[in-house]
């Protein structure tokens, strides 16, 4: 990605300074960022941290990572970033000497730099190869996804994932398509989109679309998941996870999940009563999600569906 160190400039952080009040409680402490991106956050973050803390960046693009390198070679804080899925993030801090961490930020979804690329294939308003793969160097493509499923199945992901009530029509036009040839550029899948629906829902249904297959190539809500097991796991005492998502998928799993680990369970169920014990995970820090102002929304219109949750580790 040739101009991906300009483009990952251009991601404006959503929520900044929302996220560095919540998260920061010690500025001596070590902080994951799950989704460094073009460390927009990240250099928010590190304004706030001293020389004694350590700054974690992890992100599953590569041009993301290498961004970053460059962006925070003379950080006072130590910055350690990683290529990787932030569902891993047990095993990348074991491998610095971490066990414990202080916050941890997830900024979900996809970057400006990556959306801006057309070569990565992730907007319908401009061609490029079908890819939408983050890490690309592994992992199937989305043209190579669409070949691989039947109609069905196809359908039922564009359902599940961008919860578009048309799918049943698009499956059977993209599968009507892939008989004369696959569905190689954003713009095959575009005009296919455009032409089963009709009138002002295109748009919407073409981000729909996007944005479910997107979904599954990087298979985003499992990772989602199980990160945010691991990721509380590995906060010390009184850390605090911050997330932050753009779609009603994601928020329904970070607001049940969050919820969940926050509500006291008991351990060993199986043991008599006086051996067991009252359990809780969790603190919600954000009993109403946050949004962003009007005047942020306004300056930076990617932010308008962002929902922040966070919660503090009892
Ligand atoms: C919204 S951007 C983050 C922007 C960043 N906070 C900033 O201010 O510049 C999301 C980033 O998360 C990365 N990402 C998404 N899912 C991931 C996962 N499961 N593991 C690691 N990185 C992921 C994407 O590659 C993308 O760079």
């Given at each position: 990605?040739?101009?991906?160190?300009?483009?990952?400039?251009?991601?404006?952080?959503?929520?900044?300074?929302?996220?560095?009040?919540?998260?920061?409680?010690?500025?001596?402490?070590?902080?994951?960022?799950?989704?460094?991106?073009?460390?927009g956050?990240?250099?928010?973050?590190?304004?706030?941290?001293?020389?004694?803390?350590?700054y974690i960046?992890?992100?599953?693009?590569?041009?993301?990572?290498?961004?970053?390198?460059?962006?925070?070679k003379?950080?006072?804080?130590?910055?350690?970033?990683?290529?990787?899925?932030?569902?891993?993030?047990?095993?990348?801090?074991?491998?610095?000497?971490?066990?414990?961490?202080?916050?941890v930020?997830?900024?979900?979804?996809?970057?400006?730099a990556?959306?801006?690329?057309?070569?990565?294939?992730?907007?319908?308003s401009?061609?490029?190869?079908?890819?939408m793969r983050?890490?690309?160097?592994?992992?199937?493509?989305?043209?190579?996804?669409?070949?691989?499923?039947?109609?069905?199945?196809?359908?039922?992901?564009?359902y599940?994932?961008?919860?578009?009530?048309?799918?049943?029509?698009?499956?059977?036009?993209?599968v009507?398509?892939?008989?004369?040839?696959?569905?190689?550029?954003?713009?095959?899948?575009?005009?296919?989109?455009?032409r089963?629906?009709?009138?002002?829902?295109?748009?919407?249904s073409?981000?729909?679309?996007f944005?479910?297959?997107?979904?599954?190539?990087?298979?985003?809500?499992s990772?989602?998941?199980?990160?945010?097991?691991?990721?509380?796991?590995?906060?010390?005492?009184?850390?605090?996870?911050?997330?932050?998502?753009?779609?009603?998928?994601?928020?329904?799993?970070?607001?049940?999940?969050?919820?969940?680990?926050?509500?006291?369970?008991?351990?060993?169920?199986?043991?008599?009563?006086?051996?067991?014990?009252?359990?809780k995970?969790?603190?919600?820090?954000?009993?109403?999600?946050?949004?962003?102002t009007?005047?942020?929304?306004?300056?930076?219109?990617?932010?308008?569906?962002a929902?922040?949750?966070?919660?503090?580790?009892?």
């Open positions: 990605m040739g101009s991906d160190v300009s483009g990952n400039e251009r991601h404006t952080p959503v929520m900044a300074e929302e996220v560095k009040r919540i998260l920061i409680r010690d500025p001596d402490g070590v902080y994951i960022d799950g989704t460094i991106g073009g460390g956050h990240a250099k928010v973050l590190l304004d706030k941290l001293t020389d004694k803390a350590l960046g992890i992100d599953r693009d590569a041009t993301a990572i290498e961004h970053c390198k460059k962006r925070f003379n950080s006072t804080t130590t910055v350690e970033l990683c290529k990787g899925n932030f569902s891993m993030m047990n095993e990348i801090a074991e491998r610095m000497g971490v066990k414990g961490v202080d916050g930020l997830l900024d979900l979804g996809v970057s400006s990556q959306i801006d690329s057309p070569e990565r294939g992730f907007s319908f401009s061609d490029g190869p079908l890819d983050m890490d690309q160097d592994s992992g199937i493509n989305a043209t190579d996804l669409i070949k691989s499923l039947p109609e069905r199945e196809l359908a039922d992901l564009i599940e994932f961008g919860e578009e009530r048309h799918s049943r029509k698009i499956a059977s036009a993209i009507n398509f892939q008989k004369k040839s696959p569905v190689e550029t954003t713009s095959d899948l575009s005009s296919i989109v455009k089963v629906i009709m009138g002002s829902m295109k748009t919407k073409l981000a729909r679309v944005q479910a297959l997107r979904i599954a190539v990087n298979e985003e809500l990772s989602l998941e199980k990160g945010l097991t691991i990721a509380v796991e590995l906060l010390n005492k009184g850390g605090r996870i911050v997330v932050l998502s753009y779609h009603s998928l994601e928020d329904r799993i970070v607001k049940n999940q969050l919820r969940d680990m926050s509500k006291s369970r008991i351990e060993a169920p199986e043991m008599p009563t006086g051996y067991r014990e009252q359990v995970l969790l603190n919600l820090l954000t009993k109403k999600v946050i949004r962003p009007e005047s942020e929304i306004r300056s930076n219109p990617r932010s308008r569906s929902r922040l949750r966070a919660a503090e580790k009892v």
